[in-house]
């Protein structure tokens, strides 16, 4: 049940991603936008809308700016966003999912293929990589924030319905089936953890080296795709650099 971390890498993309604030809140306030409108505006009563309530919170989005987006979806206003997954793959042969919320169809698929295309990457047709990933609820417990050993925090992961610990220097990292993610998370915060992360994610069921020389062109892709308006989210299947 335990293993390298995959949390630090997880650390250094978001820290990076920090200077882009504007772009991210922007994204968020898609998704609260089509949560809010395909659920209802009230948390209690859609977990959707909860998911991206929490995850505009982790990335300090003003309530304001959270407020503001499930306002406009209560309001009569036609804007849509349709969802859509783009497959490939990046430089040395490492499987690419990427998510995007759009309201139109053929830019964004321009700007993924542009993205691929310049950067030594592929795209590739409908279900081509998606079988590569499974679903999972993701959930990280920094190790300086509990006093709890691996014992005690894997019984109550076990107890709360988690499926797998993976445990490192840092952190206590839980996987769960998707349909359970909310039960675990609510039962561990409510077992008094504090949850570095936690979210819906997609994890590769095998993992791809990215090769020395082809590191640069990877990270020019994986950039390319993120800093794009209408990407929200950007999966692969690269190894970590410690495996």
Same mark, same amino acid.
């Given at each position: 049940?335990?293993?390298?971390?995959?949390?630090?890498?997880? $650390?250094?993309?978001?820290?990076? $991603?920090?200077?882009?604030?504007? @772009?991210?809140? =922007?994204?968020?306030?898609?998704?609260?936008?089509?949560?809010?409108?395909?659920?209802?505006?009230?948390?209690?009563?859609?977990?959707?809308?909860?998911?991206?309530?929490? @995850?505009?919170?982790?990335?300090?989005?003003?309530?304001?700016?959270?407020?503001?987006?499930?306002?406009?979806?209560? /309001?009569?206003?036609?804007?849509?966003?349709? #969802?859509?997954?783009?497959?490939?793959?990046?430089? *040395?042969?490492?499987?690419?999912?990427?998510?995007?919320?759009?309201?139109?169809?053929?830019?964004?698929?321009?700007?993924?293929?542009?993205?691929?295309?310049?950067?030594?990457?592929?795209? /590739?047709?409908?279900?081509?990589?998606?079988?590569?990933?499974?679903?999972? /609820?993701?959930?990280?417990?920094?190790?300086?924030?509990?006093?709890?050993?691996?014992? $005690?925090?894997?019984?109550?992961?076990?107890?709360?319905?988690?499926?797998?610990?993976?445990?490192?220097?840092?952190?206590?990292?839980?996987?769960?089936?998707?349909?359970?993610?909310?039960? +675990?998370?609510d039962a561990l915060e409510k077992? *008094?953890?504090?949850l570095a992360d936690a979210e819906?994610?997609? +994890?590769? =069921?095998?993992?791809?080296?990215?090769?020395?020389?082809?590191? #640069? $062109?990877?990270?020019?892709?994986?950039?390319?795709?993120?800093?794009?308006?209408?990407?929200?989210?950007?999966?692969?299947?690269?190894?970590?650099?410690?495996?």
């Amino acid at each position: 049940m335990s293993g390298h971390s995959k949390w630090h890498n997880i $650390q250094g993309r978001k820290n990076a $991603q920090d200077a882009k604030k504007g @772009k991210i809140f =922007q994204k968020l306030s898609r998704e609260l936008f089509m949560a809010a409108k395909s659920g209802g505006p009230d948390p209690s009563g859609n977990p959707s809308l909860r998911l991206v309530m929490d @995850k505009a919170r982790a990335a300090n989005m003003p309530k304001s700016n959270i407020e503001r987006a499930i306002k406009k979806a209560e /309001g009569n206003s036609d804007e849509h966003y349709d #969802e859509i997954t783009y497959e490939g793959y990046a430089p *040395g042969g490492v499987a690419v999912l990427v998510e995007a919320l759009t309201d139109n169809k053929n830019r964004t698929a321009s700007a993924v293929r542009v993205a691929f295309t310049r950067n030594g990457g592929t795209m /590739g047709a409908t279900g081509s990589v998606a079988y590569m990933f499974d679903r999972k /609820g993701y959930i990280v417990i920094d190790r300086s924030t509990t006093n709890a050993d691996e014992d $005690q925090v894997l019984m109550d992961v076990m107890d709360a319905g988690g499926d797998d610990l993976q445990a490192s220097d840092d952190a206590f990292e839980i996987y769960t089936d998707p349909k359970a993610f909310t039960g +675990v998370r609510d039962a561990l915060e409510k077992a *008094g953890y504090k949850l570095a992360d936690a979210e819906l994610t997609m +994890v590769p =069921q095998n993992t791809t080296a990215v090769p020395a020389e082809k590191k #640069e $062109q990877f990270e020019r892709l994986i950039n390319a795709l993120e800093d794009d308006d209408d990407v929200s989210n950007v999966y692969t299947a690269a190894a970590d650099e410690d495996e």
